[in-house]
């Protein structure tokens, strides 16, 4: 059986029409639904409908679906295992929202640059179910905040940035006490069901700031844009770049000392792609001291 066509099986599914996943793969519609009749014909049942324009899945393609993307995956590391003296084959990533927009383009780009023969996979979400990819080994490591529990002993880390919490205020307010603005000025919380979140709203059960509440969101993006607009003030990690174009806004530090918001890589240490963790590791080191040295936040 020819895994390309595996290939195109799953990226028909992916992109919802033969379409859509011939401009992926680069080749003709026709060549697309070639392939996949001769795959239907190896494997004995039909695994696309045909309606229209668009595709959908058959019960017979939802039952090897996840079977095909794993024996791809599997393709991909014997490749690695293979071939020691080169850096190849495909790395399986996460990335939690804040390093997908911040930090990480910096990383692909040095990787794409040095090592072209890395693929990577990016598997975007939140960093406590990525957390568990990573010890499942659904993933081979995962850019993702600093958990307030302890690691399994199969996984480490490698911390890339620390965050310290700021009052973010538009810039007309800038020499004022932060303490006060929190205490007086309407809050746009940032959600208490992330880590962050909840660092922000311990820090004013500490302190004795009991605020005026706003909004409540788990959009640091979107809360600077409320700032800048004048509907409150809001106590969030000094997240990395880049911040929305246009914005007016003062990073206000706080007072008193506080617990920084974490972010950096979590990797299982029995991963058979261990070589490409080990590039990951070491472009994101350089990536974060390039960004330092350009003071970028």
Known sequence: METQFLHTFITIVDQGSMAAAARVLNITPAAVAQQIRTLEREIGATLIARVGRTVSVTEEGSRILQRSRDLLRHVADLRSVANENAVSGELRLGACPTALAGLLPDVLARMVETFPQINVFIKPGYSAELYRAVEAGDLDAAMVLQAPFALPKTCEWLLLREEPLIVLAPRS?????????LATQPLIRYDRNQWGGRQ???YLRTHGIVPRERFELNALNAIAVMVDRGLGV????????PWPEGVQLARIPLPAPTVPRRIGIVWSRS????????????????AMQQRQAAGRG
């Open 271 to 286: 991963s058979v792609r261990v070589r490409l963790v080990t590039v990951l590791l070491q472009e994101s080191r350089q």
């Open 234 to 241: 809001s106590l969030v990690p000094d997240w990395a770049h």
């Open 173 to 181: 307010m800038a020499e004022r006490d932060p303490h006060e603005l």
């Open 200 to 202: 922000a709203d311990e």
